[in-house]
């Protein structure tokens, strides 16, 4: 970390550099005029480190935690029915990309009255309890991915029930691939009003090597972004 005429400028792994792969960078990319870098002062001095995320609508980078960042969405699925005998022994497969899959086989659920016992089972679940959130959706189940990026899967003879026919059902809505390290600290200009004018910058988003000390307001979400897209945190 230096200092260059009073302006703090944290480096990235300043003995081990990024790997510089054509994936690795997208240059002059947009960054949101409101994209904050919560942890320094002022908020409005974007650090190189700061993690941030793309929302697609707005073509733009904006705060690693905005609920417009792609990667807030959540795989979901709903049953086409009831739990009933045809789901006893049936298995829910969890995968999340680039780390791999989780199973689970459900227990005895005979009956509507079952619906609670059903929804017990899959969140008590050792396996799979922390990456699914299984709530009613009327008489039937929704399965709800509680990591962005999961990939939801029933096994063929159960998909029937969650209108999948012979085939697996799975939905992968959830991206893994929207989160960003900003390469270049960006000093705000304040222009009429106090309004903080669009930036250009340097992403960098898959092929690298960080010092996750030198990363800022680094969350969950992202991380497991970097895992898949090949960014290797030391």
């Known amino acids: 970390m230096s200092l260059q005429g009073g302006q703090e400028s944290a480096s990235l792994v300043e003995n081990e550099p990024f790997i510089d792969d054509r994936n690795a960078r ?22 190189r480190g700061l993690v941030v995320g793309y929302d ?11 609920s417009l960042v792609d990667a807030h969405t959540y795989s ?29 086989t459900l227990g005895s659920h005979t009956t509507v009255t079952n619906l609670a ?46 209108a999948g026919g012979a085939a697996v059902q799975s939905n992968s809505s959830g991206s893994l691939n929207k989160f960003g390290i900003l390469y270049d600290p960006i000093v705000s200009m304040l222009g009429f009003g ?3 004018s669009d ?17 800022f307001e680094l969350n969950s979400a992202a991380r497991l972004a970097f895992a898949a897209n090949g960014i290797r945190l030391v």
């Open 199 to 215: 930036k250009k910058a340097s992403i960098v988003t898959a092929n690298a090597i960080v010092r996750e000390s030198d990363l």
């Open 26 to 47: 997208v240059e002059g990319v947009s960054v949101d005029s409101t994209c904050v870098d919560s942890t320094n002062t002022p908020t409005t001095q974007l650090r």
């Open 76 to 104: 979901s699925l709903t049953s086409a029915e009831a739990p009933d005998g045809d789901w006893e022994g049936e298995t829910i497969l969890v995968t999340i990309p680039g780390q791999g899959s989780v199973t689970h």
């Open 117 to 162: 016992s059903a929804i017990l089972d899959i969140n008590g679940s050792a396996a799979i309890g922390s990456l699914v959130q299984a709530s009613a959706s009327g008489a039937n189940i929704l399965l709800t991915a509680i990591q962005p990026g999961v990939v939801l899967e029933i096994t063929p003879s159960l998909a029937t029930a969650f």
């Open 56 to 66: 697609s609508a707005g073509k733009n980078y904006v705060d690693a935690n905005d």
């Open 194 to 196: 106090g309004v903080v």
